[in-house]
């Protein structure tokens, strides 16, 4: 039931920043030049969702400036896919430790995996596995997967 709630909240978050409430994302981009991370990610979402990738990247950026997990993971998304800027490993890998650092979980589990393929990075598998065992304690399912653990065992 939780979870049915959470998904009816986001989905009415995201329909009210997407469609009609445009007072909303003037409040939010208030916010947001005021130094409110949430208001940064809530734009960066909008940005995203209308294919924005640019004024996506540049909230998430800020999200992350301002000291954002999740926008620095948002940016290192950004920079592996070259959305809205220009496709940089480098700078991906960068943003990943930067929100692993700062316990934000698909983070650590990205920055796993470039460890695991030696993306950026010389391949060190001893790193991978401790990425991805760090990512799993903060609840990320794929991680928790790839070692052969369920997230609740994980917690323990």
């Known amino acids: 039931m939780g ?19 445009p007072s909303h994302l003037q409040k939010a981009k208030e916010g947001c030049e005021a130094g409110k991370k949430s208001d940064c990610i809530r734009l960066s979402i909008v940005f995203y969702q209308k294919k924005d990738f640019t004024n996506a990247f540049e ?29 940089n490993l480098k700078k991906a890998f960068k943003y990943f430790e930067k929100a692993c650092n700062l316990n934000e979980s698909r983070g650590c589990f990205n920055l796993a995996f470039m460890y695991e393929k030696g993306k950026v ?26 070692l052969g653990k369920d997230v609740v065992s994980a917690l323990r």
Do not use: M, P, Q, W
């Open 3 to 21: 979870k049915l709630v959470t998904v009816l909240f986001l989905g009415f978050t995201i329909f009210n920043f997407s469609f009609g409430f």
């Open 121 to 146: 990075v010389k391949r060190d598998e001893k790193k991978a596995k401790e990425l991805y065992e760090k990512a799993c304690k903060l609840r990320n399912r794929f991680a928790c997967d790839k």
């Open 59 to 87: 909230y998430s950026k800020k999200a992350c400036d301002l000291g954002s997990s999740d926008g620095c993971s948002k940016v290192g998304f950004h920079y592996l896919d070259g959305l809205g800027v220009k496709k």
